[in-house]
């Protein structure tokens, strides 16, 4: 008897524990790890609420160009309720709530390596919301937003947006903790490429100096170009010069180049790792490797290298075909000229000069007041041009020797920019000219503000005629005076 009253005594302690432990499962939401997908709760609760369509996927498209994309939305806006699998006999209250810890979860069950969101970014509106008494589905929709413009989705990784049931209200449910989360993935695809920012390029190689950069000479295997790639990539780019397209490139542009004479290395292969970083824009250097002699580039036809995209290493990552070659256009010159701080020699009488120009837009005539320009007074001015303008200047008889010109500007503004800009310099003996033929010495430019433009060649030549072509001054051209030395 007394036995059977302790089994009794054990039996109501049981109930009774029983009886608080539902209670609790029935008015709030309980466990150790709320990130443990396989987490079960009491057979005895058999209502479970759950979110029907937990995962939700959008997807955006970069071109290869990445100028343009597709997505399959303009806002990432989802929208879903919250369902019980049985109706019950009170209200049921939810609550979600924004939980990036769910996304380490998922990688790890996943094996894969989305990433979490800023959650200043996600707007969650109804956060809480109520399944009716004998009905199955919340009378109002869960809500996510994410508050960042579609064209900034650039990383391939992925995005994340996990919502979780946060806490419930209502006697005999439980969470379905399979199906009590919602994901909101942002998947973006891109294809990588590698290519040329430009089709061309030119660099002048004057007679036993090396390339001019304008600020003074390199070797030729020295010369740096750059390749791009759309993101980041440690990919190999294997480059080869195709010298069948030189012929092409000729007749297309009017030119006559020559193929490199032999010690220009016809391969090349450039690790894309440890470039730059521009913008989305991924550059890395190479240089040319020309191992010949230097005056074996004596052809006045100039020489063309064009370098063409041949092999790119990677499955993700590919070539723009407009963009795949580039043209290294290599003009041979026997001059070269630079701007100096004084007279380059003595200074030549005037007597006989002339001087004509032209309108270089629009070859229009202007006006040359050549008793001004000419008379060794630098302060009288005689013109203002829209330029840029083209100059030719008769000396009226071959001179030889000639080491340098001056170009004078108004001298009381050049502050105000009222100074050279830039000019091509030039020269024809008489033979020359009554062929039509000038040798140009390549083009200064400056943005110091002198009164004075001293402009010296590498070595002195011989002109009845010099012309000053595409002559532009910083602000505006008032010319005062020209001069020739020897």
């Known amino acids: 008897m ?9 039996s109501l302690r049981a109930l009774l524990r029983a009886l608080v432990l539902g209670f609790a499962w029935g008015f709030t939401a309980c466990g150790d790890d709320i990130h443990d997908f396989s987490k079960t709760t009491p057979a005895d609760e058999a209502v479970s609420i759950y979110i029907a369509d937990s995962v939700f996927t959008y997807s955006v498209d970069w071109t290869l ?55 200043s970014d996600v707007i969650l509106r109804n956060t809480t919301v109520t399944i009716p008494a004998g009905k199955t589905q919340s009378d109002s929709l869960v809500t996510v937003v994410y508050n960042r413009p579609v064209k900034s989705f650039v990383d391939t990784t992925g995005f994340m947006i996990p919502v979780r049931i946060n806490t419930y209200k209502g006697g005999g449910v439980k969470p379905d903790y399979e199906h009590r989360h919602s994901y909101v993935f ?20 004057v007679a036993g100096m090396g390339i001019n950069t304008g600020s003074g000479f390199i070797p030729f295997n020295d010369m740096q170009f750059d390749l791009s790639a759309r993101w980041a990539a440690r990919e190999n780019v294997t480059l080869t010069v195709n ?52 005056s074996a580039l004596n052809d006045t036809r100039g020489y063309l290298i064009p370098l063409q995209i041949t092999n790119v290493d990677g499955n993700n990552i590919t070539n723009y075909a407009d963009r795949s070659i580039f043209y290294v256009c290599v003009k041979y010159a026997e001059y070269f000229l630079e701007l100096v701080n004084s007279a380059p020699g003595a200074v030549q009488p005037k007597t006989g000069y002339i001087a004509s120009g032209k309108n270089a837009n629009t070859n229009a005539s202007v006006t040359i007041n050549n008793g001004i320009l ?25 001179v030889e020797n000639i080491t340098g010109v001056g170009i004078f500007m108004m001298p009381n503004n050049v502050s105000v920019g009222y100074c050279l800009g830039s000019v091509e310099v030039g020269f024809a003996t008489e033979d020359m000219y009554a062929n039509g033929k000038q040798t140009s010495m390549g083009t200064v430019s400056t943005t110091a503000r002198v009164a004075a433009s001293y402009i010296k060649p590498n070595k002195p030549f011989t002109a009845r005629y010099i012309y000053f072509t595409r002559m ?13 030395y020897k």
């Open 186 to 205: 942002i998947n973006t695809s891109r294809v990588n490429a590698v290519w040329f920012e430009t089709k061309s390029t030119e660099k002048t190689y």
């Open 374 to 398: 000419f008379d060794n007074n630098k302060t009288n001015l005689f013109a203002a041009w829209t330029h840029p303008v083209n100059i030719v200047l008769d000396l009226g008889a071959e």
């Open 472 to 484: 532009t001054g910083q602000l505006g051209l008032i010319l005062s005076e020209l001069e020739v």
């Open 243 to 294: 010298n069948d397209s030189i012929a092409a490139y000729n007749a297309k542009n009017g030119t006559n180049y020559q193929p490199m004479p032999a010690g220009l290395a016809q391969s090349y292969t450039i690790s894309m790792a440890g470039g730059a970083v521009a913008g989305n824009v991924y550059r890395k250097p190479f240089s040319l490797n020309y191992t010949g002699e230097l």
């Open 65 to 119: 160009d990445e100028k343009e994309y597709t997505a399959s939305m303009d806002t990432v806006i989802v929208k879903f309720p919250v369902y019980l699998t049985e109706a019950v006999e009170n209200d049921v209250e939810v609550t979600v709530t924004l939980d990036n810890q769910l996304c380490n979860a998922y990688n790890t069950v996943h094996d894969v390596a989305y990433k979490t969101v800023t959650v």
């Open 2 to 10: 007394k036995n059977l009253l302790n089994r009794k005594k054990a």
